[in-house]
């Protein structure tokens, strides 16, 4: 049985193909069209799902889309409704979008696919907990997901047990954690949707100053998690921006102007709200604990990527384990919806082994050939040098030796936001000037954003405190007190990005200023190639880490094809890339052409 999950028109589009209880495929739109946070209805996403498994529309028995659009038009009905007539600008700006196409989802499925079979409609958060807990390793597991809004609620948590979950308890808008961090994104200057990982990034540079302005105005935190928003200061409900001026005046003056200098005040708001949402992540925690007995928990949702959290979370040892979900945010739904019909629609046996999870590393996307890529390149007549699989650990853990940066194109594509050594762009750790070259030189973005480690799954406790893998990057760790360096009073004075520079650990350039790192555990079943050469790279040169970021640069979504990968790696400053076998040398190449409109592009972001 053949089952297509989609998200689609809000943000991070994507497909999923589930057959008879397995995940095939699955991929975000963005990746194919080349808009990051592409919303558009995902037929590259399925297209690409059918194609790489020889399947037509025909060959589909269930359609399950993400969410049940009536109650999303309900909310924002009765949310105008209950604003008017403040709210008339925004309500009309949605209007016609619902009018022609959100309103007749069945009907615009229908007819994107060619499909005349049977759709289903879980509701939002049923995805989100679909997605944590059917491919979780746990046979029974308590879960809990959180976003910004889907339909009516904003957080959910309850029990996954065998084939069904069960949603216990909701938070219903407006009040919400993710719309909170959302708030404080817009504020600081960064996109909505999009820049709340660089709230995260930028929060230890700051102080907690606002924090119990924040408590005592904006949120009544209880002692269970559960919590109420002071609407009074915030303008999502009823306008066109997050927040309003009784924000402003609270916080002494405007939202940043995007693009213009950080000041220690967005420092300070960042780190405030980031230590906010911690508490409420932990209190929700214990309280779902409590409640549920569970040894286990799974997450979802888009406030499920603050990895911070997650890592204090796991510390706090509430919980034996927790697993979270790769694609936690919409995108991640649509894998959600389609397990959703097979076990929980349909009724079919589920069986977890307590160990391992069922999304194959989360390399789920496109893969290219190696006969593919050389076709491709020698046909533009790109010059390049084909490794055979034995030398290419070795040849390539020389060059990272060699501070040189690669970028790193092999095998499945990842789905969800994060590059796990399928898309990504490598480097030395041990380097304590790789972070601001490749930030400012490669990435073309903000130089505080930190990097993180890659490393062979069974050294992870050399360097991080961390007893267990994390394989999708979504958990943060210290750096082992052994290998970090001791700051001197001169460097502890630093303010602001002024800590940047200060090297912190034999592995500075992930150890982020707090001493932590956001840890991705590689391991040789799921990603052979990647794995021994981070373990060659240990053996010759004595290191078991190496940078991984995502192979793309600021403003566009991370790269697809060959034909991506070489355009990004010639508008950088990489040295190498390698495409499977085939080795590119920059000096090799011939320039492209000045593009305006692509530098245009990624200035404007």
């Known amino acids: ?211 119990e302005i924040i408590l005592k105005e904006l949120i009544d935190l209880k002692e269970d998690g559960s919590f109420r928003m002071n609407m009074d200061y915030f303008n999502y409900c009823a306008g066109l921006t997050m927040t309003n001026g009784k924000f402003d005046k609270l916080f002494g003056g405007p939202p940043r102007k995007p693009e213009s200098k950080l000041t220690q005040r967005e420092m300070d708001l960042a780190r405030s709200v980031q230590e906010v949402t911690e508490e409420a992540v932990l209190r929700i925690g214990r309280h779902i604990q409590k409640e549920t007995g569970q040894k286990n928990l799974c997450l979802a949702g888009g406030v499920s990527l603050n990895c911070v959290a997650n890592g204090k979370l796991l510390r706090e040892g509430v919980y034996e384990n927790i697993w979270i979900q790769p694609a936690a945010g919409d995108a991640g739904a649509a894998q959600g919806a389609a397990l959703f019909a097979w076990y929980q629609y349909l009724g079919n046996e589920r069986k977890a082994d307590g160990k391992t999870d069922s999304v194959k590393g989360s390399y789920l996307g496109p893969r290219f050939s190696n006969s593919y890529i050389a076709n491709y390149l020698k046909k533009n007549k790109f010059p390049f040098t084909e490794l055979r699989d034995v030398e290419l650990p070795e040849k390539i853990a020389d060059l990272i030796a060699d501070e040189k940066v690669i970028g790193w194109f092999q095998g499945r594509m990842e789905f969800g936001p994060r590059a796990l050594g399928a898309r990504s762009i490598i480097g030395d750790a041990r380097s304590s000037k790789m972070q601001e070259i490749m930030n400012l030189k490669i990435k073309f973005r903000e130089s505080f954003r930190p990097f993180a480690p890659s490393v062979i799954r069974e050294r992870v406790s050399d360097y991080f405190d961390i007893d267990r893998e994390s394989p999708y990057m979504l958990l943060v760790a210290p750096v082992r007190e052994e290998i970090r360096r001791e700051m001197t009073e001169e460097e502890k004075e630093l303010f602001g990005l002024d800590k940047l520079h200060v090297v912190r650990s034999t592995i500075p350039a992930i150890t982020h200023i707090d001493y932590s790192a956001r840890i991705q555990t590689v391991d040789g079943e799921h990603n052979p190639v990647y794995y021994n050469t981070i373990k060659k790279f240990d053996e010759k040169h004595g290191c078991a880490v190496i940078i991984n970021t995502s192979f793309n640069v600021r403003g566009e979504p991370i790269v697809c094809t060959p034909e991506d990968a070489y355009i990004c790696f010639m508008r950088t400053n990489m040295d190498y890339l390698i495409m499977e076998n085939c080795l590119l040398d920059k000096k090799d190449q011939k320039s492209l052409e000045k593009d305006t409109d692509w530098q245009k592009e990624f200035e404007l972001d």
Not at 24 to 36: L, S, W, Y
Not at 70 to 75: G, P
Not at 134 to 162: C, H, N, R
Not at 166 to 177: A, D, G, N, T, V
Request: proline share 5%; with cysteine; charged share 20%.
């Open 1 to 211: 049985m053949n089952i297509l999950g989609i998200s689609a028109f809000y943000h991070d589009s994507a497909a999923c193909l589930v057959r008879d209880g397995i995940i095939v495929t699955a991929a975000q739109e963005e990746r194919f069209t080349r808009k990051k946070h592409d919303s558009a209805f995902p037929v590259n996403a399925v297209n690409f799902c059918l194609e790489d498994s020889s399947l037509t529309v025909n060959d589909l028995d269930i359609v399950a889309y993400y969410d049940k659009p009536f109650l999303t038009f309900e909310r924002i009905l009765e949310t105008y409704l209950t604003y008017a007539p403040k709210g008339i600008a925004s309500f009309i700006m949605a209007l016609p979008l619902w009018i022609k196409k959100k309103l007749w989802m069945k009907e615009v499925i229908k007819k994107e696919l060619n499909y005349d079979g049977k759709i289903i409609f879980p509701e939002h958060h049923e995805s989100h907990a679909a997605s944590a807990f059917f491919p979780s390793p746990f046979q029974e597991a308590a879960f809990l997901t959180m976003d910004g809004v889907g339909e009516w609620t904003t957080a959910s948590y309850g029990i996954g047990k065998d084939n069904k979950i069960e949603i216990l308890s909701e938070i219903k808008f407006p009040h919400s954690l993710g719309l909170l961090y959302s708030a404080f994104t817009y504020y600081t200057g960064f996109k909505v949707n999009s820049g709340e990982y660089k709230v995260m990034g930028l929060a230890p540079y700051g102080k907690p100053k606002y924090k």
